[in-house]
């Protein structure tokens, strides 16, 4: 069965630099949902979008912003790194009325320097 | 605001043993769900068991069973025979039930180590 698919899996930046972050939801998944989760801590809620809307929005820095296109896929940018912002970086989709299936992606780990 | 507590931060146990991962959790919501994540030194996150509120039936997944105390607001994973696959990072965690407020709200974790 297809998984969330995250790219790149890996990604080095320094700071003051920009990074994207890519997620393709399950196929008919029209949630995608993005968490981070730093060195040792768990897993935090950033943002979600739901059929390209915004849904909800947790702490995720005004540094950051996300969207989710036609096709269902999303994007996480990164400007200004700060090496804080060194973590994985989770999708995961759901798809409309079972949203408490959440199926994660395997994570972008960032390391910022 | 809902909050997750994972009491034990690392547990140990003999390969073939059963082991309980404690939870508590705080909420004002009457409907939610609550889930058991495993995450294995991949780093990926693995649902390992789910249980409604409105349900009091515990929930099972093979050797994965929870002990679900509404009242008390706790919510422990059972783990039967455990097996050497079993060492990872278990995280509790919280979904309130409804459409656009459908983030997972995870406990701290705890770290089990599976000994041979």
């Known amino acids: 069965a297809a998984g969330v698919i995250q790219s790149p899996r890996h990604l080095i930046k320094e700071k003051r630099e920009t990074a994207t972050l890519k997620c393709y939801p399950i196929p008919r998944h029209d949630t995608v949902y993005w968490y981070q989760q730093g060195p040792g801590q768990d897993p935090q809620f950033l943002i979600s979008?739901?059929?390209?809307?915004?849904?909800d929005k947790g702490s995720i820095p005004d540094r950051f912003s996300a969207q989710q296109f036609s096709d269902y896929h999303s994007e996480l940018n990164m400007s200004s790194l700060e090496l804080g912002d060194s973590a994985l970086y989770f999708c995961?989709?759901?798809?409309?009325?079972?949203?408490?299936?959440?199926?994660f992606g395997p994570g972008t780990r960032l390391t910022v320097t | 605001a809902q909050t997750v507590t994972q009491s034990q931060p690392e547990m140990s146990v003999q390969e073939a043993e059963t082991v309980t991962l404690s939870c508590t959790y705080d909420?004002?919501?009457?409907?939610?769900?609550l889930f058991w994540y495993k995450q294995p030194p991949s780093r990926q996150m693995i649902l390992v068991i789910r249980q409604e509120a409105y349900k009091q039936q515990n929930a099972t997944e093979n050797r994965f069973s929870v002990n679900f105390q509404k009242a008390a607001k706790s919510f422990s994973l059972k783990i039967s025979d455990s097996q050497l696959g079993d060492t990872a990072m278990y995280f509790c965690a919280f979904m309130k039930m409804g459409r656009r407020d459908d983030k997972i709200i995870f406990g701290k974790g705890t770290r089990l180590h599976i000994l041979p």
């Open positions: 909420t004002s919501e009457s409907n939610y769900y």
């Open positions: 995961a989709s759901s798809f409309g009325t079972t949203s408490y299936e959440q199926y």
């Open positions: 979008f739901y059929e390209k809307m915004q849904s």
